[in-house]
């Protein structure tokens, strides 16, 4: 999958494989003429400047609800939206917001996406966390972003005072619109997912590829962003999990 200023990747889905399957790290940075996105040479790692893994955390939810491409079998379609208010307005992104007090990561994501679109999920899949020092959010605190897919729902997308909904071809997400780190990680669960709806997905069912305990691909990663338009340094993990690996050891363990 190749996307402007990214290289092709030679990252493929190989369900037999366990564990470990990419570590990167790097920096980003949207072109401000709007030509797109520029990648950086990544800096080592020591060169980062990334808050403790103990920092304070605000715990937020990303969500992305699929369906079959209606007129290309295999081949899938993304629900993003054009977010109107508040933290990322303007931008293009998956739906979500901030994890309320005695609320799932799981509730949070499904209540968010039925206030934001009206969609209702009854199937999702929690597929990777995301930490973001982003001061000019929070400056004390790094945003701790769940992100799950939704396979199965009901309703239909509907316009809201937060979100302008559209559904996208998997291979045309609006990468230049978007936040500057999606980018880097948003390519690879789309290869996964890919992968996913080309072997086993039949319209309206949960691939076993990504069954709720099964192991699954997951993305760790860290991002910091000085601002809400440059990743100055980030590192990336995908692995594969699922069920309690899902869990803050696994977290722990690949955030070295
Ligand atoms: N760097 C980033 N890249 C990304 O892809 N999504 C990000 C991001 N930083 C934040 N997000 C997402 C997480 C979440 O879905 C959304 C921010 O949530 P909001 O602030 O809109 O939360 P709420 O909907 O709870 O807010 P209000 O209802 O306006 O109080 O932006």
Redesign the pocket.
Same mark, same amino acid.
């Given at each position: 999958m190749t996307h402007a200023g990214i290289p092709d990747s030679d990252f493929t889905f190989d369900p037999a494989s366990k564990g470990h399957l990419v570590s990167q790290c790097g920096a980003v940075r949207l072109d401000p003429g709007g030509a797109g996105v520029a990648v950086f040479h990544p800096p080592t790692l020591g060169d980062t400047n990334f808050r403790p893994l103990d920092a304070p955390r605000k715990g937020?939810? !990303?969500?992305f609800p699929l369906r079959a491409a209606p007129d290309a079998p295999g081949r899938f379609q993304v629900l993003l939206g054009e977010?109107k208010?508040?933290?990322?307005q303007g931008?293009i992104?998956?739906?979500?917001?901030?994890i309320?007090p005695g609320e799932t990561s799981e509730e949070c994501a499904i209540r968010?996406l039925a206030?934001?679109a009206h969609l209702h999920a009854t199937s999702i899949s929690f597929v990777g966390r995301?930490n973001?020092n982003?001061p000019s959010?929070d400056p004390n605190r790094l945003?701790d972003?769940h992100?799950f897919v939704a396979w199965q729902f009901t309703g239909s997308p509907v316009e809201t005072p937060?979100m302008r909904p559209f559904w996208v071809d998997a291979d045309q997400v609006p990468f230049s619109a978007?936040?500057?780190?999606?980018t880097i990680? !948003?390519p690879y669960l789309l290869s996964y997912l890919a992968g996913v709806y080309s072997s086993d997905q039949a319209p309206g069912t949960t691939p076993q590829a990504l069954a709720a305990d099964g192991p699954h691909l997951l993305l760790l990663a860290h991002?910091d962003?000085p601002d809400?338009a440059t990743?100055a340094a980030y590192r990336l993990h995908l692995a594969f999990g699922g069920g309690a690996a899902r869990g803050d050891t696994l977290w722990a363990a690949l955030s070295q």
């Open positions: 937020f939810t !990303l969500v977010k208010r508040g933290l990322g931008l992104n998956g739906f979500g917001g901030k309320e968010e206030e934001e995301l973001f982003l959010a945003l972003v992100v937060e978007m936040w500057p780190d999606d990680w !948003l991002f962003m809400q990743v």
